[in-house]
């Protein structure tokens, strides 16, 4: 259950653009393995001198009492404006529940202006989670993973 929370939390479905800071508002639902539960989460994300990511989120499974807040950090080795290949850690608190460390790797657009995407593979406790997002010009933004 904590793996499938964590993995939604890098995969909004709506984003609002402004330059290289976006905020998204996601909705969605999971199966927890008996029932599908409401999910609901707000992510911040800033690109800093064109090479560094940093990002903030909060989600909220309604019906199971679950929440988890995160952070995390990207490094590019060229330009995310331009597009380059990244590294990134993150933590994740999940309560009720224990604290997880996440590591990424992927390749990825942010300018902000045109089509923006992000390919990335994200490990957490051992599991891999592979990811693909899209923002258009006009911030709508779509994900699986």
């Known amino acids: 259950m904590k793996k499938i929370i964590l993995g939604t939390l890098f995969f909004p479905i709506f984003a609002f653009a402004n330059s290289t800071s976006f905020l998204s508002i996601s909705v969605g639902e999971i199966n927890d393995g008996f029932d ?18 940093i990002g903030l989120s909060h989600m909220e499974v309604s019906d199971l009492d679950v929440s988890a807040t995160g952070v995390s950090a990207a490094y590019a080795f060229d ?32 300018s902000g202006n045109g089509t923006d995407y992000n390919l990335s593979a994200t490990s957490t406790e051992g599991v891999v989670m592979y990811g693909v997002s899209v923002t258009s010009d006009s911030g709508l933004s779509f994900g699986i993973s």
């Open 36 to 53: 599908d539960e409401a999910l609901y989460g707000v992510a911040f994300s800033n690109v800093v001198d064109d090479k560094t990511l």
């Open 79 to 110: 330009s995310f404006s331009s597009g380059s290949m990244y590294v990134g850690i993150g933590y994740t608190d999940v309560d009720p529940g224990d604290g997880s460390t996440s590591y990424s790797l992927g390749y990825a657009k942010i």
